[in-house]
Structures are given as structure tokens and as C-alpha cells.
């Protein structure tokens, strides 16, 4: 039943998503403490504004009605976004990246390298110059990483 809500609630999304000119990151129901999110991750190109994604929830209430969430968010999927999906490890690509395990790999629970894939073999990092694969299953988070300057050049970008 979850998995048939979730495919209807991605179908409703990417529609709408579409229609407004916005590329669906992701939608899904996450459960919390506080109740269940239904949470919309959108983007477009040269980033996606406070104003879209309340333009957005506006026009989505009406569709999810239906759902059985407790709050409804729709936000930018941000700088810091595990990645977890095809549109991640396209944004991610040549990138550095650290990368959380769930139990050591030689010694260490977290690795830092340049990001070149994410595919059915699992998560490839450059490390050193050597490309490492770490199955899915090993990796509790990978999300990219930036320096000072690199963040302060990315602010400059979309202001």
C-alpha cells in the first residue's frame, strides 16, 4: 500500500512539476517524531526560490488531499543533499564528496574523494587517484563537500 501511494504521489508531483516549469528532485512521506512529512524536493535551472515553492505547495494541496500525511513541505533539495538519486549523482559528478559508513573500510568510517558514479555496483569515489566502489548498503550518507571559498563563489553565482 505504501509503496502504490508513494508511485501515485511521484506521479501527482512530476505532473505538476512539469506544468510549472520545475524538475521534481524527489516526494515522498517520511515518518517523524512529530507525525508524518509528505516532503516535495523541487529545482530548476539556476535554482529553485522561496516564491516557486510556495507557488507550488499552493497549487499541490488540492492534489494530496487525499494522503494520509500530517505536514505538507515543499522545498530545495539544498547544497548539502545526501546523494541518494540519478538527479544527485548528476549534480554531483567531478565533485568532492565525503562519505559515511556504516562500519570501517580500512580502518576508517568516513572517506573523502571526488564523486565519478552512482549506480547498481554502488557509490564510485575517486580516492587518491584510485576509484574505489562502496556498495549501497555499506554507505549510511554521502553528500558533497565544499570549502569556504567554494561556498562563498557558489553565493556570489545565484545572487
Not at 515522498?28 to 530548476?44: C, P, Q, S, T
Not at 535554482?47 to 487525499?66: A, F, P, Q, R, T
Request: with cysteine; hydrophobic share 35%.
Amino acid at each position: 500500500m505504501k509503496k502504490q501511494q508513494t508511485e501515485q504521489l511521484i506521479k501527482i508531483a512530476q505532473a505538476l512539476a512539469d506544468a510549472m516549469g520545475y524538475t521534481l528532485v524527489e516526494a515522498a512521506f517520511e515518518k517523524e517524531h512529530a507525525g508524518v512529512y509528505l516532503r516535495i524536493y523541487l529545482d530548476k535551472a539556476g535554482g529553485i526560490s522561496l516564491d516557486d515553492c510556495e507557488k507550488y505547495h499552493m497549487s499541490i494541496m488540492e492534489k494530496v488531499k487525499n494522503f494520509d500525511y500530517d505536514y505538507l513541505e515543499v522545498c530545495s533539495p539544498g547544497i548539502d543533499r545526501p546523494i541518494k538519486t540519478e538527479w544527485d549523482a548528476q549534480r554531483a559528478k567531478g565533485q568532492t564528496v565525503e562519505v559515511k559508513l556504516y562500519k570501517a573500510h580500512n580502518g576508517s568510517k568516513t572517506m573523502h574523494g571526488r564523486f565519478l558514479d552512482l549506480n547498481e555496483a554502488g557509490y564510485h569515489i575517486d580516492i587518491a587517484g584510485e576509484e574505489t566502489v562502496i556498495p549501497k548498503a555499506d554507505v549510511a550518507m554521502c553528500r558533497m563537500t565544499f570549502t569556504e571559498e567554494e561556498l562563498n563563489q557558489l553565493l556570489e553565482k545565484n545572487i
